[in-house]
């Protein structure tokens, strides 16, 4: 058996964005994960985005306001972030002392990509006298062009502890913002980004299936667009809607955000039924195609390894911690976190 060189694996990272090393497929992953989080005293938090074996191993399954609070109270010495860049990237600024690993480097969101930093400081600079509310799902860079930050839990709350005349720039999501202003009666300046997997659904298909379904509710994610939206019985994060079915008395919902949230919905109410909504083509489509880069087997090699680590510049870092900093406190006086 060939002797691997760990070391020459690593210098691969920056390129493959993952160590790419053979892993014994005898192997149990789950065991070995779970030895290697104690033996490490690591915590594993994943986003209900994340595909079910590795939500059955993480220790904290969440949305992304979950998360981060979850990143900034842990006691573990290092954190495994299941999710996307910006979300390891927001443990990193909340927790630094920590080591924050992500299965895969390049598990990205086209949402944070829409609003690239140079385009954004100018746009900023057209609006003056305009306050920066930005979605969490942004680069530590727009975080640091920001003056406070939500995510789809908070963000109408966030946005209503803001002084009625206030002018405000909201970014990167404009179905988000777009539905707040609805919801708020504000104008905001929308940034023009959206997610690429919840600009994806079928008004047309969904209401056909409605009809095949007369006795199933639509639940949609605030990132989807206005004629999803306006049909939807319930709207909220992937945290409120995984609540709503659990509490709801109906026994069928058509789920119009990314599949991974079902393995959750269907655990936690085995009895009920739950239908991703169908996108508008013959691809599974509302499989998010970077959240779902992570493996159960780059999640092994990533704690096995400790590689790759989320590192970023510390004046970076601390000027992306004070927008976040006042989401959790708004929050925190709104009563939606402890
Ligand atoms: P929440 O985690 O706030 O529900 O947002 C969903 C999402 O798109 C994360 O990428
Ligand atoms: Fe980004 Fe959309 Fe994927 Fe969430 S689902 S990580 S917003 S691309």
Known sequence: MSVINIESAKTNLETVGFLDLPVDPTMDLFQEIE????????????HYYQEPDIQDVADYIGDSLGLAQRAEKTDA???????????AETAKILNPTKKVLLPDLKAGCSLADSAPADLFRAFKEKHPDHLVVSYINCSAEIKALSDIICTSSNAEKIIESIPEDQPIIFAPDKNLGAYLNKKTGRNMVLWNGAC?????????????????HPNAKLIAHPECEDPILRIADYIG???QLLKYTQQDSFGEYIVAT??????????ASPNKTFIPAPPDNSCACNDCPHMKLNTLEKLYLCMEYEV?????????RVAAKKPIERMLEISRAAGLIG
């Not at 690429?196 to 095949?212: A, N, Q, W």
């Not at 990314?258 to 655990?267: A, N, R, V």
């Open 258 to 267: 990314e599949t991974g949230i079902l393995h959750q919905m269907q655990l």
């Open 196 to 212: 690429m997997v919840h600009e994806i659904f079928s008004l047309e298909k969904i209401t056909k299936l409605k009809v095949r």
């Open 237 to 239: 994060s992937t945290t």
């Open 308 to 316: 790759p680590e989320l590192v970023m510049d510390e004046n970076l």
């Open 77 to 87: 010495d290092i954190i495994v972030f299941a999710g996307v860049h910006f979300m």
């Open 35 to 46: 030895r290697i989080k104690k033996e490490k005293n690591a915590v594993i938090l994943a």
